[in-house]
Nanobody, 116 residues
Framework: QVQLVESGGGLVQAGGSLRLSCAAS????????MAWYRQTPGNQRELAAA???????NYADSVKGRFTISRDAAKNTVYLQMNNLKPEDTAVYYC??????????WGQGTQVTVSS
């Protein structure tokens, strides 16, 4: 069974840092990209950061320069280092795994709360 196990979320003060981790298991097809999305109440889920199997990265303008996504392909694990967190970063963060054929698997989401 496909499972994306997320960890690292929590409560942090503005200006602090968190590192999210997501380990994918049970996926039979090659992973072509992994990403972190985030969603707040009343808003659609949006891409925060993504990384392809070739190492190319893509960031939302709102997090560029503060977040860094990385991947350990051997472990099928993606990380999101979040620095200088702001209250507007508060959201549920979802790990995403894209496989050959463009099919996407989703984690259950982990809450990140940034207090003022």
């Amino acid at each position: 069974q496909v499972q994306l196990v997320e960890s690292g979320g929590g409560l942090v003060q503005a200006g602090g840092s968190l590192r999210l981790s997501c380990a994918a298991s049970g996926i039979s097809f090659d992973i072509t990209a992994m990403a972190w999305y985030r969603q707040t109440p009343g808003n659609q889920r949006e891409l925060a950061a993504a990384i392809t199997s070739g190492g190319s990265t893509n960031y939302a303008d709102s997090v560029k320069g503060r977040f860094t996504i990385s991947r350990d392909a051997a472990k099928n694990t993606v990380y999101l280092q979040m620095n200088n967190l702001k209250p507007e970063d508060t959201a549920v963060y979802y790990c995403n795994c894209k496989v050959v054929g463009s099919y996407k698997y989703w984690g259950q989401g982990t809450q990140v709360t940034v207090s003022s």
